[in-house]
């Protein structure tokens, strides 16, 4: 693990102050993006934050952003780690068709398709197809060595006609309680955000509080160097890519569910984008190693609550890609540290009757290993 | 590694996935083609034959439309050469210029964007082959680049829907719309938008106060609604540019603890399936139909066209409208 691609670590010195540490942790970013969209929806609309009981289940914009986002925060989980393995998965958005192709076509020729057995075979079947599919991906890029975002693409372009061509290219309407719970259904929270924090949970203890995490960033950072090391390198890689299109699957059933519906062109189109920049502004590095899956969870909760804000906020349709773009551009600035560091020099030759540098307290310069414009997200 | 070599690769990459989508999605638009395949230029023969470009299949009013325009090509004795756009004007223009290769008799397309047309309209032109638009128009100054226009009026349906309305908000004081329009900057959604905004001057009563696209799809529509009943409260009518659109809205308004057709009135456009059956079971209040069954009027067109007779430039899809009544004694026979 000498390659000079391995990130570098976040600085946090022994015994710094509280600000220090807050400052000095890449999630201050992403979560300070997602706190200001919050208050900028609030300003236009200022019923925004406000929650209510309805019906026995909580109902409010902020609920609809936990329950429209636990699709992209679920398919970007599995992307992070993906992406932690130097990978990149194309494939999401067809295998979110596909899953809602088959659940759906399963439940409306069931016998009975109002009845709890039908729709959890049906989605049952689907998860089994999207596990398959993952084994797919997961063999061209790690036994046949293709590179990721062309093996992944072949997916990507096949799936969807695979789902036109099990739905026969007809939106499939199907009337049945159980499977809508999963998408629309509440347990006081949405069950959607609900799973999504279930599998979210899993994956956090499973990659921190074992050495899969660890392994996961290592074959990301230098897969022959970990080869070496005595790491299972291939089996790693096509776990998570299996991991991914079961990600991808479960939220390919509660976009389907949400709408009782699966469209086959429509269902998650452009999705494997969102969960791509959900991954980036939670500040996993495409070029893989290091991770951040609370990260990713706050990059999704953008991404989603932006999207709220255009229809909260009244913005015209015809503007919506550019203020979404703008907005996605100042949190990427936001996070660069050598802008940040551009800046704070600026400052400084603003003000020149301040000698030293505003951080100088909260951190000893013998403390830090590098130069900090290059290392620390100051 | 150097992270510049590694960027470069990654935008060779890029590019050379961007090329493989292209190839493919091409590909897969020949794979669709009708059973007449590859037999050659209709020049020899007195069979009509006609290239088709159709859009995709993004819906089923499209796969409607599709089987309408294959099933009267071959009982109209036509030979047809059909393929599929998957909603790129690129692939369009490509199946276009295919068949002016191929001598077609007739060629036949549905665009996908209203500009850009110019270009391989002029070629056809210059072939000698007609070309007859079905369902959707272009922008372009020289109408000579085309024979006619075969489709539904977008404005009028609109209209129609702000007709109803007006003629429903009668003695109530304020009534608030909520708009779910089509895919920015298609034709449908400009259009509808359009005729429904002229409708409804002649009530001031009525007011448009939220607005925003729902890209056609139910999943669109549902978002756009649970966040419209936040920001606006008081909404009293949901006008959505298609049923897929109102579809959704009705499953947020239902988790709003609202009652769809009741507490909001919903009035939608297209008339498919589904959409006929919510209006029919009450969610839905008012529809005005657009018929994607243009086949039979099509192929009349393109035998007339072929003959050099002359044809209007415009020629307007028979369309009607349905209320909750009218809806249950059509549901029965409802063939999309």
Known sequence: MTSPDLPAPVERPAGASLGARVRGSRLVWPALALLLLLVGNTIASPSFLGVRLQDGHLYGSLVDILKNGAPIALIALGMTLVIATRGIDLSVGAVVAIAAAVTCTWIAGSPDPTSASAALTGMAVAIALCLVLGLWNGLLVSVLGIQPIIATLVLMTAGRGIAMLITDGQIITVNNESFSFVGSGFLLFPVAILLALVVFVVVALLSRRTALGLLVESVGINPEASRLAGLRSRTIIWTVYVFSAFCAGLAGLMISANVNAADANNAGLFIEMDAILAVVIGGTSLAGGRYSLVGTLLGALTIQTLTTTVYTVGIAPEVTLVFKAVVVIAVFLLQSARVRAAFARLGRRGGPTRPVPRTAPARPVAARPRPAERVSPS | ?336
């Open chain 2, 1 to 336: 590694m150097r992270p510049t070599p590694r960027l470069t690769r990654i935008a060779t990459l890029l590019s050379v996935a961007a090329l493989s989508v292209t190839t493919l999605a091409a590909c897969g638009g020949g794979g669709e083609a009708a059973p007449a395949g590859q037999s050659g230029g209709g020049g020899g023969s007195d069979k009509l034959t006609m290239g088709f470009a159709q859009v995709g299949a993004e819906s089923g009013w499209r796969t409607a439309n599709t089987k309408s325009i294959q099933e009267s090509a071959s009982s109209a004795g036509v030979d047809l050469k059909f393929s599929d756009a998957q909603q790129k004007q690129e692939n369009q223009i490509k199946a276009i210029r295919t068949y002016i290769q191929q001598k077609v008799d007739v060629i036949a397309f549905s665009p996908v964007v209203e500009t850009g047309w110019d270009t391989v309209l002029l070629e056809a032109k210059r072939a000698n082959i007609p070309v007859i638009l079905t369902d959707r128009s272009v922008d372009s100054t020289d109408t000579t680049l085309y024979k006619t226009f075969l489709g539904s009026d977008f404005v009028a349906e609109g209209k129609k829907a702000g007709d109803w309305l007006v003629k429903d908000s009668e003695g109530k004081s304020e009534v608030d719309v909520a708009e779910l329009q089509g895919t920015t900057g298609a034709a449908p959604a400009i259009d509808r938008k359009e005729g429904f905004a002229e409708a409804i001057k002649a009530a001031p009563q009525i007011k448009v106060v939220a607005s925003q696209t729902g890209d056609f799809t139910r999943s669109g529509g549902k978002q756009v609604m649970e966040a419209f009943l936040k920001s606006n409260p008081d909404i009293d009518v949901v006008y959505a540019h298609n049923d897929d659109m109102a579809l959704g809205a009705i499953e947020a308004i239902e988790a709003a603890g609202k009652k769809p057709g009741k507490d909001i009135e919903i009035i939608s456009v297209d008339a498919v399936k589904d959409g006929m059956t919510a209006l029919s079971e009450g969610k839905i209040n008012y529809i005005v139909e657009c018929n994607p069954l243009l086949g039979p009027q099509l192929m009349d067109l393109a035998k007339k066209v072929k003959a050099g007779e002359e044809v209007p430039q415009r020629v307007v899809t028979e369309e009607t409208t349905f209320t909750q009544d009218e809806a249950k004694k059509a549901l029965p026979d409802r063939k999309y």
